[in-house]
């Protein structure tokens, strides 16, 4: 993915980035984003909690997009739910540092808004895919039939 002078990402095309066109994957990025800019400023001695907060939002927009490529409606479905935990995790650690003073009220809401709008983006993604795999409307892979003809074993 390459970024052009306005700072738009171009877009390949190709089924298995498919993720890339979901707004909830970039609304991720953008939680990463904010979450590092805010754990970056954070003392040495909390090295470990900034590494941790910056890693649990690191994770949403990377099983968002794992999910998509294992092409299966179940383990999207599973990525999609470990995505919402990850972002579980984090915004449980918004609450902590927010109460122990260790981000601001500022830096709090910000967050804790991305990660409410990215949560209900997620929602409505595992709630539409549901609504797919109940209906049998999925492919679940990207293998053509003439490729699988060589595989077959009698």
Known sequence: MMIDRRGEWEMKKNKNRGYQKLRVWHDAIDYYNDTCKVFRK???ELNRI?????AAS???????????????????????NIALASLGESVSGLYAYHRAAQITEEQFQLLNDLAYKLE?????????????????????QLITKESNAVYTTN
Not at 50 to 54: F, L, S
């Open 42 to 44: 954070f003392p040495y």
């Open 50 to 54: 900034a590494n941790q907060a910056i």
């Open 58 to 80: 690191d994770s949403v927009h990377r099983n968002i997009a794992e999910g998509y490529c294992r092409r299966s409606i179940k383990e999207y479905l599973n990525f999609l």
């Open 120 to 140: 209900n983006g997620l929602l409505k993604l595992v709630e539409s895919l549901e609504y797919k795999r109940e209906n049998k409307d999925w492919v679940d």
